[in-house]
């Protein structure tokens, strides 16, 4: 099946500063999605972005879908940005019919 | 509703009882996903429905696992003769179609003691 891969695997960050998380899959892809898993356990929807770029206030994402990577942009980051970030795809090629996860960027702000 | 509802939210249960968690998804979504989260690890596909059908159950682990959606709305995921290995969060996702954007539950933290 198709693989996702995702780095760094921890990053730790002082408030304010920026980050790039990024993402690559080992096949094409017709759905690729980037969550925030909060404290609590809730995946929250940030990008669904299977190919092009997106901004959402501090947030933006660029998925290459023909150089198999997506990457996931945090500005200005806050506390509340902490948390588990996971990239997510659906192969276009077959396979599993629901989404493959990476392992996550963990990522902890401090104030 | 307005988003995917999971009850519940915590299941105590002991080794070999059989138990049932449920998921509610959104009103209108055709297709509905079963997935579980160990600790420090991503979710992993379990089971995919397009209406009543289970289109693809290739995650499920076993056959202790099974799950139905009679009424193509609301989904029941099932384990029988529950075993410690099986403690994870369950979460349900649903979608408007089979490859569009999937919104998840709060999960169902199941613990086999």
């Known amino acids: 099946g198709i693989q996702v891969e995702q780095s760094p695997p921890d990053l730790i960050l002082q408030e304010g500063a920026n980050s790039t998380l990024r993402c690559n899959f080992s096949d094409s892809v ?3 999605q980037w969550f925030h898993q909060n404290p609590w356990g809730q995946l929250i929807n940030l990008f669904y972005i299977p190919s092009g770029t997106k901004q959402n206030g501090r947030l ?3 998925t290459v879908a023909t150089e198999r990577y997506s990457l996931l942009y945090i500005s200005s980051s806050q506390t509340t940005d902490s948390g588990v970030y ?3 795809v659906l192969s276009e090629g077959g396979g599993a019919d629901g989404l493959t996860f ?5 990522l902890i702000i401090q104030p | 509703g307005a988003g995917v509802s999971q009850t519940p939210s915590n299941k105590v249960t002991e080794k070999g009882k059989y138990v049932e968690l449920r998921c509610d998804p959104i009103s209108g979504h055709t297709a509905l996903y079963w ?3 160990s600790l420090g690890q ?4 379990l089971i995919y429905f397009q209406g009543t059908g289970a289109a693809d159950d290739s995650g499920l682990p076993n056959d202790r696992f099974f799950a139905v959606r009679p009424e193509g ?3 029941t995921l099932k384990i029988q003769r529950t ?3 099986d403690s994870a969060v369950y979460l349900c996702a649903s979608s408007s179609q089979g490859d569009t954007e999937a919104f998840f539950g709060q999960g169902t933290r199941l613990t086999v003691v």
């Open chain 1, 102 to 106: 990476g392992k996550g960027t963990h």
């Open chain 2, 83 to 85: 075993e410690r290995g």
């Open chain 2, 73 to 75: 709305s609301v989904s």
């Open chain 2, 35 to 37: 997935y579980r989260q």
């Open chain 1, 60 to 62: 933006s994402a660029t």
């Open chain 2, 42 to 45: 991503g979710p992993e596909f």
């Open chain 1, 86 to 88: 996971f990239c997510a």
């Open chain 1, 30 to 32: 017709n759905n690729l």
